[in-house]
């Protein structure tokens, strides 16, 4: 098994964790809950690998003959975000939250980036992303001033308009608030939210948001398949996320699409190791803005391509699909929700209708793909390769 193809559908959770009500979450179903409101949504693909099949599964039609392993993953980190569910997956277990900002940010962190940057801070508070544009976007384009938010997650927001601010000043002004938002207040991620648009209802954020991460506090799978000389190569979000760590190789991406079509370009080249591809737009279009019918086109967008990627893979490669966390687009507020996630493996080489049942955690997953690559095994993580190798 020379390499391995990991995506990450972005938030597309199968139901409430044992602990979610502890985070603000009951009845969640991500992919449960969209089936239920579009009952003629068509993932004809993710059912034949055996997401049907999946323990708890009974919103989907089982198939008879999975082509694939399935499963699903408990959480055991404390969060229920991008970099906890990234970094769990790939070994690290969070045990102590990222710190959040419920009221917005303190007067003496506001008055250091205002000073660092030389541009004044507009709105500063708990927000939707589409909301808070169309609140102060206007504004933000009249005088130069920048829109700073968060939200439930561990988050420093900068907004800008890219005629107004050059995309270099907006990415040289998050280096800056990484640089403040350390220590007591470290928050796990500073995101770059770039739009354009000529008022209020027609503004739209673009492609070029970065974010910009904390370091993982310890070794990841990437940094073992690096450090073994094989390609990590990251497309997508992947690179922000773990801060460039452990990459060896990195392609930013404009959505779903352009994910999967530079996956598979990667994919009929040579390299050996891991692609670890992500796709937001399920969670950053769709999830937070609490539409399910975009979620479902993109689901079925995406389903649909799956038989190209399966098609590109060598004789020895595996491909591995799962989320990071959940984000049912038919719950309240706009935050992600804390959810079981599904894991689906295929490959030429592998067994077929394998049920790996409920992981322990995420790490299951780090630890399999180390497995398969010959590499050192993660701190945390039990590999579940020779339950699914002929």
Known sequence: MSRVVWVIIDSVGIGALPDSKEFGDIGVNTLGNIVKEHKDIKIPN????????????????????????????????????????????????????????ENGFPKEIIDEFEKRTGRKVVANKPASGTAILDEYGEHQMKTGDVIVYTSADSVFQIAAHEEIIPLDELYKMCEIAREIMMGDNAVARIIARPYIGTGVGKFERTSNRRDYSLNPFEPTVLDNIKESGLDVIAVGKIEDIFNGQGITEAIHTKDNMHGVDETINYIKKENNGLIFTNLVDFDSKYGHRRDSLGYRKALEEFDARIPEII???NGDDILIINADHGNDPTYKGTDHTREYIPVLVYGKSLKEGVNLGIRNSFADIGATVADILNVKMPKHGTSFKNEMTK
């Open 46 to 101: 993710l059912i034949k690998l055996g997401v049907g099949n999946i323990d708890g599964v009974d919103f989907l039609e089982k198939t008879e003959s999975p082509i694939g392993v399935f499963g699903k993953c408990s959480e055991v980190s404390q969060g229920k975000d991008t970099t906890t569910g990234h970094w769990e997956m790939t070994g690290i277990l969070v045990e102590t939250p990222f710190k959040t900002f």
């Open 311 to 313: 098609e590109s893979l």
